[in-house]
């Protein structure tokens, strides 16, 4: 038998919407662009030639609607995984649990989740403004570890090549890898960076920023930066993209992380228009992403 979900497990507001993205299954497009900020979300719909619905609920924003017949939502997640636990769990069961019964469909929806965001980079040639597609998200943050899911042989053996080669102290991080979604990662080819990104906790002492806190991996940036396994090297780090990653395996959805590079911490460059680099990535990833 299919067992009810509770109501303190999945909570539906009075209109019927899930709880934090305040969004009716009906309103939920099955591509879906995840930004962190929730004023990028009409910077990405306002390239849409009809907006459909738009909520608004705490730091998530989503707008649905279509660039000629293709349907999209976009969606604000704020920063951080703990945030994309939220979002992409509900995200999930606006497509995939019966909110009239409150079980499981028979039958799964498998959602295209593509994110736009922005990034540090961790190697000289990797230049501010350039535009990086994560072919593997590695966690530093605790939200996978909390989840069943099965690695790959190849995920497997790049891990462990990432233990080896980058030191953490006991008890600070379990690091966790998964991939991108081989379903749409090569049509983000052509002026884009593939490399493996590195999914932080934080902003300061996690991406080795010391202002006065004094930093308990002060060789962080170094070894993330030496490292490498055959073709394979980390090519920038952020917040979520781990996250999505690994809820993506979880829970059976094809995602996809890009991200504008806003600074490069090795030549310690920060760009000079941010929100352009950001508009240049939404206009381009966007021509892709209609297609899809």
């Known amino acids: 038998?299919?067992?009810?979900?509770?109501?303190?497990?999945?909570?539906?507001?009075?209109?019927?919407?899930?709880?934090?993205?305040?969004?009716?299954?009906?309103?939920?497009?099955?591509?879906?662009?995840?930004?962190?900020?929730?004023?990028?979300?009409?910077?990405?719909?306002?390239?849409?030639?009809?907006?459909?619905?738009?909520?608004?609920?705490?730091?998530?924003?989503?707008?649905?609607?279509?660039i000629g017949q293709k349907r999209l939502t976009v969606v604000s997640t704020g920063i951080g995984t703990d945030n994309i636990d939220i979002v992409l769990n509900e995200l999930d069961a606006l497509v995939n649990i019966d909110f009239s019964t409150r079980t499981v469909?028979?039958?799964?929806?498998?959602?295209?989740?593509i994110r736009l965001g922005t990034s540090g980079a961790l190697q000289e040639?990797?230049?501010v403004d350039s535009f990086v597609v994560s072919s593997h998200g590695v966690g530093l943050d605790n939200?996978?570890?909390?989840?069943?899911?099965?690695?790959?042989?190849?995920?497997?053996?790049?891990?462990?090549?990432?233990?080896?080669?980058?030191?953490l102290r006991p008890g600070s991080a379990s690091p966790y890898l998964l991939s991108a979604a081989n379903s749409f990662a090569g049509r983000f080819t052509e002026g884009y960076i593939?490399?493996?990104?590195?999914?932080?906790p934080g902003f300061y002492a996690?991406?080795?920023?010391?202002?006065?806190?004094?930093?308990s991996h002060p060789q962080l940036l170094e070894q993330l930066t030496a490292f490498r396994h055959g073709d394979h090297y980390i090519s920038n780090f952020e917040m979520e993209t781990a996250g999505i990653y690994g809820l993506g395996r979880v829970l059976g959805h094809d995602c996809l992380s890009i991200s504008a590079i806003v600074a490069n911490r090795i030549r310690q460059e920060f760009?000079?228009?941010?929100?352009?680099?950001?508009?240049?990535?939404?206009?381009q990833s966007l021509a892709i992403i209609e297609k899809l």
């Open 1 to 66: 038998m299919n067992k009810r979900i509770a109501e303190s497990e999945l909570i539906l507001n009075s209109r019927g919407a899930v709880y934090h993205l305040d969004v009716r299954p009906e309103e939920l497009a099955t591509t879906i662009i995840t930004v962190g900020d929730p004023d990028r979300v009409p910077e990405v719909s306002k390239h849409f030639d009809r907006i459909e619905s738009t909520h608004q609920h705490r730091e998530f924003v989503t707008h649905t609607g279509y």
């Open 271 to 283: 760009t000079k228009d941010g929100a352009l680099v950001v508009e240049n990535l939404i206009k």
């Open 125 to 127: 040639n990797v230049p």
């Open 143 to 167: 939200l996978l570890p909390w989840y069943e899911f099965e690695n790959t042989a190849a995920e497997k053996d790049l891990l462990e090549a990432f233990r080896q080669q980058v030191h």
């Open 194 to 200: 593939s490399g493996i990104t590195i999914t932080c």
């Open 206 to 215: 996690p991406q080795g920023r010391a202002l006065r806190g004094p930093l």
């Open 105 to 113: 469909k028979p039958s799964l929806t498998r959602l295209q989740i």
